[in-house]
């Protein structure tokens, strides 16, 4: 009986020295912003949502998701309709991507949708049954043209409307966990584990790989609008590389210690204007460019992963999640906070 209570109060006691330690951390909690500039969408569906697109029409436009869900808007983002495909079974789609009225989706296990009426009709592409891995992103590029990737790295591009694809790299780099492109057409994709990353530019026939930083396995990559590829590790770790030098990263930066949950996605509104999402409704934002950061204590309330932050431009943008989870970036909060 005795041992038992030395043993509770040994816990408790290991419990207070961390809370207090963590206390006094730099950036053990976050301060909260002035105030809230994303609204909660009601969507007609509770499945993950992975993509978003818009056409030139900015109030019109895309979301993609699992079993085959297919939303779309004509008011900008504001309220959002089902639509069907007539498909023989339920796939998950994974990316869409509108150039003008011209645009494409992929699902897996294997579906190319293109249209070139904004989305009024859309035809299947027939995928070669030798293709590597499965569907994964796609961009539309120009009129007939776009990119696509597959969960295992390979990169193809059409410029015939996907009647034909031209392979871009030798060899796949392996299943990826996720894979990010640049605006000039470079990649970086993370490994299926975490353990490692590669990199591919235009003119390169393969991946090159590379190391981890430390010991943390890697959760996401990406290019920033700064000019430097940005990281985020488990434990909710951050780190930029130099915009001189991409090989060389900087140091770790823990953006809020006491809350460490997985921090999923990154995305520049601006330059200098960093929003980074993660679970349980976890969204951070630095305007100095990661320097400093504060948190959206508002949406905490929603449970949800944040899996996907998609800026449009500076004034439109959106936040997807699981279970049909979506926040809308209302410019007119800013302004009036301003």
Not at 24 to 42: D, H, R, T
Not at 101 to 126: C, R, Y
Not at 266 to 279: F, N
Request: hydrophobic fraction near 35%; charged fraction near 20%; charge should be negative.
């Amino acid at each position: 009986m005795m041992h038992s209570i030395v043993k509770s109060w040994k816990k408790i006691f290991i419990i207070l020295a961390a809370v207090i330690l963590c206390s006094g951390c730099k950036n053990a909690f976050l301060p909260p912003m002035s105030y809230n500039p994303w609204e909660v969408i009601q969507l007609p569906t509770e499945v993950t949502l992975f993509d978003i697109g818009f056409t030139d029409d900015s109030d019109h436009g895309w979301i993609v998701g699992g079993d085959t869900t297919l939303l779309e808007t004509t008011d900008g983002g504001k309220t959002w309709e089902p639509k069907t495909i007539d498909l023989e079974e339920k796939v998950r789609l994974t990316s869409v991507s509108f150039n003008g009225n011209e645009g494409w989706i992929v699902g897996q296990p294997s579906l190319l949708l293109h249209t070139d009426d904004g989305g009024e009709s859309w035809s299947t592409i027939p995928l070669s049954s030798k293709l590597p891995g499965a569907p994964n992103t796609i961009i539309a590029l120009g009129p007939n043209s776009a990119e696509m990737t597959t969960d295992v790295g390979a990169i193809y591009r059409t410029k015939d409307g996907g009647q034909n694809w031209r392979a871009q790299v030798e060899d796949a780099v392996g299943v990826v966990r996720n894979i990010s492109r640049s605006s000039d057409g470079k990649y970086i994709a993370v490994s299926a584990k975490g353990n490692f990353y590669s990199t591919w530019e235009p003119g390169q026939t393969s991946w090159t790989p590379h190391n981890r930083q430390n010991s943390r396995r890697l959760e996401n990559m990406g290019f920033g609008d700064d000019g430097r590829l940005w990281l985020l590790a488990r434990g909710g770790q951050l780190r930029f590389s130099d915009p001189e030098n991409l090989e060389e990263w900087g140091e770790a930066i823990n953006p809020e210690y006491a809350t460490s949950w997985g921090l999923l996605d990154l995305a520049y509104r601006t330059p200098d204007e960093i929003w980074i999402s993660g679970g349980s409704g976890n969204l951070l934002r630095s305007t100095d460019g990661g320097q400093t950061w504060e948190k959206d204590l508002d949406v905490e309330n929603v449970p949800e992963n944040f899996y996907n932050i998609v800026f449009i431009n500076s004034e439109t943008g959106f936040i997807l999640g699981q279970r049909g989870t979506m926040l809308k970036y209302n410019s007119s909060a800013v302004s009036e906070a301003a």
